[in-house]
């Protein structure tokens, strides 16, 4: 479905969908409790693969409208860390609480997305015979049912949401154009923008910026920075450069847990970090 005029608005926050999340429910369905400012807390978790430990006790909060940066040396435990916030992993021990009531250990990956976590991939994963516009319109926070999927249209407010996507990422000018022939740049932030669409409370992104031009970098950094505070983002990844422009607090991990934890400048004077990963 097309839309010839595209008009912009606010991305509407949406309520939560009851999903029956069983042992992980949360105690008001359709609420995600975030009363105590945290949207994430990763308590002593561990994960062991043939013996080699993933992750060792790893324990870190994030706080709502936070924009964290994970770094570390490769296997450190970043992207298994990931795969257990969004139940691809399953942990030998410890929990996952999104807000202060829902278990991630206890959902399956698509309660989890459907409670407000998104997860980008390292690369990009549109459609590519698809346009801007359309795979926006297939990743829109909406009933996927059969009936819906194949009669339904598209609302003013959705277009509207779209609109304002558009305009996010920097694409509107292109939201006619195929996927597949867009920049690897551009296929990056419009895999954004469909996490976007799905209204998620939380998003995380795996180097967002690999194989991207200087240009590309700094817009990414733009675009991230502007979305920080509305949602809680964390970002893994290796690009010191592109880290240094968005980061906040910045955790570091090592042999699968926490080797410290602060502000960028505070993180490049760590000793143990230089040793293990910056490198002097």
């Excluded at 042992?23 to 609420?31: I, L």
């Amino acid at each position: 479905m097309m839309a010839e005029n595209i008009s912009t608005g606010n991305i509407s926050s949406g309520s939560l969908a009851n999903s029956g999340y069983a042992d992980g429910r949360v105690s008001q369905p359709g609420v995600l409790d975030t009363t105590h400012g945290v949207v994430l807390y990763m308590d002593d978790i561990s994960v062991s693969f043939d013996g080699f430990r993933a992750l060792n006790k790893l324990s870190l909060a994030i706080d709502v409208g936070e924009l964290r940066c994970i770094i570390g040396p490769n296997g450190a435990g970043k992207t298994t860390m990931m795969d257990v916030i969004t139940g691809k992993t399953r942990p030998d021990s410890g929990t996952v609480f999104f807000g202060q009531t829902l278990d991630c250990t206890k959902l399956t990956e698509p309660q989890i997305a459907q409670a407000g976590i998104g997860r980008k991939f390292q690369k990009p994963t549109v459609f590519e015979n698809h346009t801007v516009f359309e795979n926006l319109e297939l990743a829109i926070k909406t009933d996927k049912g059969i009936w819906n999927s194949l009669f339904g249209k598209m609302t003013g407010v959705q277009l509207d949401r779209i609109g304002q996507i558009l305009e996010t990422i920097n694409l509107r000018d292109l939201y006619k154009s195929r996927a597949g022939l867009l920049s690897h740049g551009q296929k990056q932030w419009l895999e954004i923008g469909m996490l976007l669409a799905q209204e998620p409370r939380l998003l995380l992104l795996d180097e967002p910026v690999a194989g991207m031009t200087d240009h590309e970098t700094e817009r990414t950094a733009e675009l991230l920075n502007s979305l920080a505070g509305s949602h809680s983002i964390m970002v893994v990844e290796h690009d010191m450069d592109f880290v240094n422009s968005i980061a906040r607090k910045v955790t570091v991990l090592h042999q699968g847990s926490v080797l410290a934890e602060g502000s960028m400048a505070q993180v490049q004077s760590n000793e143990e970090v230089i040793e293990v990963y910056l490198g002097r």
